[in-house]
């Protein structure tokens, strides 16, 4: 089981980023996470699909996720490529559906700027921003909960 996560930033250096944001509803028109994933953050970041790798992570502040309770959201960022969010912290309903699908959300205040390389180590509790030589703690993440990630979700964990 992977514990070690390394890859670019996305910062949005705000709160209240809610599911609209992330995947607006005018574009949920197929549950496939690759049809979703061409929309992620598109009111947010226009250009985000063009800069997101596979792998990255986004950073943010308080409540990432707020507002309906969308699956949607998760798939979208998930087909887009985003291995994890890390957050000031979450509407409760976007962390329960990150677990459940098995997508990374990390509670954690972490100075980051657009492009810096983070490392995350799950079993430790520990973010490195490698880019400005800082680190930052965060509750580390149980086995179980890795474990649902490693096997794409809950469904496909039981």
């Not at 959201?73 to 677990?99: D, E, H, P, T």
Request: overall charge negative.
């Amino acid at each position: 089981m992977q514990k070690i996560f390394k890859a670019n930033s996305h910062v949005y250096n705000r709160d209240h980023i809610n599911t609209d944001e992330i995947i607006p509803a005018r574009r949920m028109t197929n549950p496939d996470e690759a049809h979703l994933a061409q929309f992620a953050m598109e009111d947010l970041d226009p250009d985000f699909v063009n800069k997101v790798q596979a792998g990255d992570f986004i950073i943010a502040g308080e409540n990432f996720g707020c507002g309906s309770s969308r699956e949607h959201a998760i798939w979208a960022l998930r087909g887009a490529g985003v291995k994890c969010v890390i957050a000031k912290s979450f509407a409760r309903i976007f962390f329960r559906n990150a677990v459940n699908n098995g997508f990374l959300a990390i509670t954690a205040s972490v100075e980051a700027n657009n492009g810096d390389i983070i490392e995350i180590d799950t079993e430790n509790g520990k973010i490195r921003n490698i880019t400005q030589d800082k680190e930052f703690d965060f509750s580390p993440i149980p086995d179980f909960v890795l474990e649902i990630e490693e096997k794409g979700g809950l469904l496909n964990t039981l």
